[in-house]
């Protein structure tokens, strides 16, 4: 397959529980250490950070001559883990870089992004908390949302990755804190003073593409979510209890339909789902090769494959 030279990725990617081994005092960590619940230890870690980093070497070889230039992450503890997967084996020789900031979640588990840094130079970061309650009137201390604003190439971009607040207590229970998360993100980009700016919205959303949570987004009418097609009874980022889900996925503005110069033009969206990731057998044949299975040590990846947009350069 002839490959377009000025074609790269962007990827979001759940990394489920890429934690260190240490035991931080202020986090509900234990289970990852190696007397917890889980026996993490550095064996276990760094086999889970040279999967990873495969993967992430690997996402959309198949379509683009570059390792991805721009990838959100979910579920990292801290600074430390992102700096030992870099320093790993399939990514130590490519030019990365990442943005990190300590959420309040209790459980320590943040986003991230990485970016090439010959290929996007960031001008600004910070974090956006989401202010929600619990039904009994306290505030959830959940992730808070990343903002990066920087320049792809030549041409300005905002940038928001999300983890939104899990629906362990019940999809329908819980969908007003994603509702609210949504709502945090439009406030934000309402405060751009740009006309037309380029946004992308990515994460694990916890809701689906067609959940009250995305069209709250999507009723703006400043962005398409490319992903929405690719949710079906057989496909999805993730499986949980044989029904196929499409928690991840990648929004972008519209802006990013046009073919000026010096802009960037969406081609296409995907799930990245090689036969590596993938259970090889048995009732679970297909599904993502997570690292645990409850307390069973699996040694396998993440529960989610990752999901990733392609964007053509527009030199001349």
Request: charge should be neutral.
């Amino acid at each position: 397959m002839k490959k377009n030279l000025n074609r790269y990725t962007i990827a979001f990617y759940n990394l489920e529980n890429f934690f260190d081994t240490v035991n931080d005092p202020y986090l509900l960590d234990d289970d990852f250490t190696p007397n917890g619940f889980k026996k993490w230890n550095k064996a276990k870690f760094w086999n889970k950070a040279n999967k990873i980093s495969r993967t992430i070497s690997a996402i959309g070889s198949n379509e683009s001559d570059y390792p991805p230039i721009l990838i959100g992450l979910a579920e990292v503890e801290n600074k430390n883990v992102l700096k030992s997967l870099l320093k790993s084996k399939q990514l130590r020789d490519i030019d990365y870089a990442f943005v990190h900031f300590d959420s309040p979640d209790e459980r320590g588990i943040d986003t991230a992004l990485i970016y090439h840094k010959e290929r996007f130079m960031v001008l600004e970061s910070e974090t956006i908390p989401l202010m929600v309650e619990n039904t009994n009137g306290e505030r959830d201390l959940t992730r808070d949302i990343l903002y990066v604003r920087g320049k792809l190439h030549q041409e300005e971009v905002h940038i928001f990755v999300n983890h939104w607040p899990s629906r362990r207590e019940g999809a329908e229970i819980t969908s007003y804190k994603r509702i609210k998360a949504a709502k945090t993100i439009l406030g934000r980009i309402g405060q751009i003073q740009e006309n037309n700016p380029n946004i992308i919205i990515m994460g694990d959303f916890n809701d689906g593409p067609n959940s009250e949570s995305i069209q709250t987004l999507m009723d703006t009418g400043q962005l398409i979510n490319p992903m929405k097609k690719l949710l079906s009874p057989v496909t999805g980022s993730a499986n949980y209890k044989r029904t196929w889900s499409l928690f991840d996925q990648i929004l972008i503005s519209h802006s990013f339909l046009n073919y000026e110069t010096n802009t960037h033009s969406f081609v296409k969206a995907n799930i990245f789902a090689p036969r590596f990731l993938k259970e090889w057998k048995g009732r679970y044949k297909g599904n993502p090769f997570r690292t645990y299975a409850g307390d069973k040590y699996l040694g396998g990846y993440s529960d989610h494959f990752p999901v990733y947009i392609l964007m053509d350069e527009n030199k001349t």
